[in-house]
């Protein structure tokens, strides 16, 4: 029986894919009930932003990237989040997904408008962040928005 192979490569630098666009309906692993929805962005550096794109090909403006003396900072427009002196435009991009949470990115989703009439994107040339985040959001009738039961 032939084994499977799970090698990671590196991303290509391409537009998304239908299969992109189509990976939140996707699930994630084989398992029957994953624990929490997981849900698919895309995190990009164009033209001094750093910008996020959702499986819906909906692009927002996350805040703006630096370079001095070869070194790339970025500061986000929405919260305290930043970080300084990256060698690398991916390294930096690997910053901004580890301090990213699923609710704060699904708010900007929700609050901001689409990006992408306002600026001239050429993303399949620029650096790019595939990210999955869990939605760990408490959902009504979870056990974990209900009282803690009392005995009398």
Do not use: W
């Amino acid at each position: 029986m032939p084994q499977s192979s799970r090698a990671t490569r590196a991303p290509l630098r391409i537009k998304p894919t239908p299969a992109f666009l189509e990976a939140s309906a996707m699930p994630n692993d084989t398992t029957a009930n994953p624990p929490h929805p997981v849900h698919h962005y895309r995190l990009y550096v164009s033209q001094g932003h750093v910008l996020a794109r959702n499986t819906k090909s909906k692009t927002i403006d996350l805040g703006t990237v630096t370079e001095h003396d070869g070194l790339v900072s970025y500061r986000l427009d929405v919260g305290d989040l930043a970080g300084a002196n990256f060698a690398t435009t991916e390294k930096m991009l690997n910053d901004v997904a580890a301090k990213l949470a699923f609710a704060y990115l699904d708010d900007l989703f929700t609050a901001l408008a689409d990006c992408t009439p306002q600026i001239a994107l050429d993303l399949d040339k620029d650096p790019y962040l595939d990210i999955t985040l869990e939605d760990i959001t408490p959902r009504e009738g979870s056990s974990l928005n209900e009282p803690t039961p009392h005995i009398f």
